[in-house]
T-cell receptor, first 112, second 116 residues
Framework: GQNIDQPTEMTATEGAIVQINCTYQ??????LFWYQQHAGEAPTFLSYNVLDGLEEKGRFSSFLSRSKGYSYLLLKELQMKDSASYLC?????????????FGPGTRLSVLP | GAGVSQSPSNKVTEKGKDVELRCDPISGHTALYWYRQSLGQGLEFLIY????????KSGLPSDRFSAERTGGSVSTLTIQRTQQEDSAVYLC??????????????FGSGTRLTVV
């Protein structure tokens, strides 16, 4: 079956670093995505990994290990505006039009 | 338009009524998806349209749910005889499949449906 696990909630302090983990078990794999979703708003694209390793984009980095079915999103120099839900999603097919499998999301609260 | 537009943004309906939710994707995006997001839950895939191909309806939870996409652009999700468990945020997303494997989705802001 298809399964993606993330922690439900995390709390961190402004200026700190936080790592949000994601483990997945899918029938296929053709890319892992992270999305940010502020309350009441649409999810927005953050990052994409298809090969093992770290992808860095400003304060955000995303890591992938395909052999372990594992990814993490690393947020540095946390700001209050980073308080949001972070969704891990796996494209499970090499048919790029196929649907993604989404995790339940991790609600991050950044405290002053 | 510049983004994915959904209407209405909020809808309150009585149990048993039919509702129609609209999605206007980004111009030129050939793929369109509907998802449902219940409180505290992940995104649940409902239906996928790609160009003129037959839609993938494998995620529709019951025959009360249907969707169409006219002219390869605007899509309407219809829920007949609504039930309280249908209450959720319904998200539409579109993507430019030809953009390659890194193309993610662009989501609309969703329609919050409340069935009372």
């Amino acid at each position: 079956g298809q399964n993606i696990d993330q922690p439900t909630e995390m709390t961190a302090t402004e200026g700190a670093i936080v790592q949000i983990n994601c483990t997945y078990q899918t029938s296929g794999f053709n890319g892992l995505f992270w999305y940010q979703q502020h309350a009441g708003e649409a999810p927005t694209f953050l990052s994409y990994n298809v090969l093992d390793g770290l992808e860095e984009k400003g304060r955000f980095s995303s890591f992938l290990s395909r052999s372990k079915g594992y990814s993490y999103l690393l947020l540095k120099e946390l700001q209050m505006k980073d308080s949001a839900s972070y969704l891990c999603a796996v494209r499970d097919s090499d048919n790029y039009g196929q649907n993604f499998v989404f995790g339940p999301g991790t609600r991050l609260s950044v405290l002053p | 338009g510049a983004g994915v537009s959904q209407s209405p943004s909020n809808k309150v309906t009585e149990k048993g009524k039919d509702v129609e939710l609209r999605c206007d994707p980004i111009s030129g995006h050939t793929a369109l998806y509907w998802y449902r997001q219940s409180l505290g839950q992940g995104l649940e895939f409902l239906i996928y349209f790609q160009g003129n191909s037959a839609p993938d309806k494998s995620g529709l939870p019951s025959d009360r749910f249907s969707a169409e996409r006219t002219g390869g652009s605007v899509s309407t999700l219809t829920i007949q005889r609504t039930q309280q468990e249908d209450s959720a945020v319904y998200l539409c997303a579109s993507s430019l499949v030809e953009g390659g494997p890194s193309s993610g989705y662009t989501f609309g802001s969703g329609t919050r449906l409340t069935v009372v």
